[in-house]
């Protein structure tokens, strides 16, 4: 089966007893046994509910991987990740991330005894000599990295990893699955902030873990059960609900991410554009080798002060002013003061996060109106 036909399938059964075309929200906390210890397959929300198991089938195969464990979150997703390692355990990352995430390792896990130590993951020289002397457990590479969308080569990162028995993890939140699947370039774990494309309408939380190794997913479906990181299966069935048009949206989301990346590259107001697609893009070509579309996420320096740059971005109307992205709808952030306010300044200085930097979440609107929102926000400043 094709990507679209598995998205709208796998997972999806129609409804036995009725014939309900979508299978139910199995909205419920607990469930009976016919004897003590006689169940059938579920016995507590916390540990398992249909609704997961759906959604964790439809995400398996979009993967290409066996197994999926779905979350309250993208963070409860790496909260349980982080519970198969041990105190003294080292994760090495890429050193341009979410915020959130960089401070669940630095202020959360750090306390725990788990080391973290960021690196220039583009750089496999580097990559390979501090992999030689930190043996790390884990290697954790988000690949279009948030907000500046650098891009790491997987494969050749995966290749390292095995050759040292690390464990590769790849944040695939801002590609999705419909335009890179890090299984297939060798990763051992694939995670998703669900809020983001596969939920795709800015309605639901959620995060969810792909793999290939069976025992893994028992220590994943350990971590959500004994921590307590399980969902609601409202917004599991949300997003099952959402993930059926993925296909669709992605190439909408690329194509009007890289016409807005050609406006925005051509206006005298702008200094530098980052957006994969482009082939001014210092990553360009790994991009095209490991990537079917660039997805879209656009980020931009202005030639503005960054007042100048504030007001403009708070006068769009298309691109509403809020933290997230990959929903249907238009967004623009501005990471350093809200989503990436949390990695302190001289390091997100260090990485080329400049406090001038603004993203835009391109959403599946008319590209006339997205790009006559952003003329007339550039001229106002
Ligand atoms: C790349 C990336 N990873 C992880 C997360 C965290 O996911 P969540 O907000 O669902 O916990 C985000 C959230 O913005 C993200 O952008």
């Not at 100048?308 to 238009?330: D, N, P, Q, T």
Request: overall charge negative; proline content about 4%.
């Amino acid at each position: 089966m094709k990507f679209n036909t598995k998205a709208i399938h796998n997972g999806q059964h129609p409804d036995k007893e009725t014939g309900a075309i979508i299978p139910p929200i199995y909205m419920t906390s607990t469930y009976v046994q016919e004897h003590p210890g006689m169940t059938k397959g579920y016995d507590y929300t916390r540990a398992g509910n249909p609704n997961y198991t759906n959604l964790e089938a439809t995400l398996a195969s979009l993967e290409e991987g066996n197994y999926a464990t779905v979350f309250a979150s993208g963070l409860s997703a790496f909260t349980a990740l982080i519970s198969t390692l041990v105190s003294g355990d080292k994760v090495l990352s890429t050193n341009d991330l979410y915020g959130g995430t960089y401070r669940l390792f630095t202020r959360v896990f750090k306390q725990y005894g788990i080391l973290f130590e960021t690196v220039n993951t583009q750089d496999l020289e580097l990559l390979a000599s501090k992999i030689a002397s930190e043996k790390p457990k884990v290697m954790l590479v988000e690949s279009p990295t948030n907000p500046l969308l650098n891009i790491s080569d997987i494969e050749a990162i995966a290749q390292l990893c095995k050759a040292n028995g690390v464990l590769l993890v790849v944040d695939n939140t801002f590609a999705s699955p419909y335009f890179q699947q890090p299984l297939t370039l060798g990763a051992d774990v694939v995670m998703h902030s669900t809020t983001k494309y596969l939920g795709g309408h800015s309605d639901t939380i959620g995060g969810v873990l792909v793999t290939n190794d069976q025992d893994l997913k028992v220590k994943f479906d350990f971590g959500r059960m004994a921590i307590g990181l399980n969902p609601s299966p409202f917004d599991v069935w949300m997003t099952s609900r959402s993930v059926k048009t993925l296909g669709v949206r992605m190439e909408r989301h690329a194509e009007n991410a890289m016409k807005v990346a050609q406006f925005l590259e051509a206006h005298p107001k702008v200094k530098k554009v980052y957006y994969p697609g482009l082939a001014s893009h210092k990553n360009h070509d790994i991009a095209r080798k490991q990537m079917k579309g660039f997805s879209g996420i656009v980020s931009v320096e202005f030639n503005l002060d960054l007042e100048e740059a504030k007001k403009m971005i708070s006068s769009l109307r298309i691109f509403s002013l809020a933290e997230s992205l990959g929903g249907v709808e238009s967004l623009v952030d501005h990471p350093a003061s809200m989503t990436h306010a949390s990695i302190p300044k001289e390091e997100r200085e260090k990485i080329g996060l400049t406090d001038g930097l603004v993203r835009f979440s391109c959403g599946i609107e008319d590209i006339e109106d997205m790009l006559a929102d952003l003329e007339h926000g550039l001229k106002g400043c």
